[in-house]
């Protein structure tokens, strides 16, 4: 092969190009995948699950919020998925399955920062029990292990602050978590209820710390409900 031959082979060789958001955004999937625990991408605002909620238990879209409630440059992001239980600080945060659920994400930009609300409606008042399971053990917590229900998914260590938001009330419970490794993602969770149907908002960035007046916006959009 002559030199001039070398040369144009190496031109239409494939160049590497570097890690771009997509990468970050996976990165980040799975960092804060305690509450989203499948580590995967949903394909819809809303992902609605079977079988459908009774008429005395309401429909988790009730309870759903829109980005045109947010402040200015939100809009809507894939969901990432149902998956939900997880233990935090000691309290399983759904002890029997929902009788219906849904999930929404939000985006401010194509790599964040992000809210995400997860919405279960349940056949009795396991909410509010959880709620104040949480209130009774987090004051006391400092850390926690959680693991994915992925079997291939790794046990995740979060670091655990007090966090207070605005607006807020005694039927609702904030926490901020961060997790521990070479990616620490620091998310803002904040728990509530309607009646029988949990709603939680988790509100995070992929540098740095997540505003707090995201969760404040986000419960003050809260719809109270059919």
């Known amino acids: 092969m002559t030199s001039h031959d070398q040369h144009r082979h190496q031109s239409r060789s494939p160049r590497r190009l570097p890690p771009g958001p997509t990468v970050a955004l996976v990165a980040i999937q799975c960092a804060v995948a305690v509450l ?20 005395s238990t309401g429909r988790p879209t009730d309870f ?15 969901s990432q998925g149902l998956d ?3 233990t935090v600080c000691g309290v399983d945060l759904e002890p029997k399955p929902p009788v219906a659920a849904t999930s929404l994400r939000f985006a401010k930009g194509p790599v964040g920062p992000f809210l995400e609300q997860h919405i279960r409606t349940y056949s ?6 959880v709620i104040r399971a949480l209130q009774k053990a987090l ?7 959680a693991k994915g229900s992925d079997p291939q998914s790794r046990t995740a260590t979060f670091r655990v602050e007090p966090l207070t938001v605005e607006g807020a009330t005694s039927e609702s419970v904030s926490w901020r978590q961060t997790t521990e490794g070479r990616l620490p993602i620091t998310s803002d969770l904040l728990l509530t209820h309607r009646g029988n149907t949990a709603v939680l908002f988790m509100s995070y ?22």
Do not use: H, M
Request: charged share 20%; proline share 12%.
């Open 84 to 86: 939900y239980r997880v």
């Open 36 to 55: 989203v625990a499948a580590c995967g991408s949903g394909s819809g605002k809303a992902v609605p699950a079977a079988p459908a909620a009774s008429a």
């Open 139 to 145: 004051p006391g917590c400092t850390r926690y292990e």
């Open 124 to 129: 009795d008042d396991q909410a509010a029990r």
């Open 205 to 226: 960035v992929i540098k740095g710390k997540p505003d707090p007046a995201v969760l404040a916006k986000a419960l003050e959009a809260l719809p109270q409900g059919p």
């Open 64 to 78: 759903a919020i829109a980005a045109t409630s947010l402040p200015p440059r939100w809009r809507d992001s894939n």
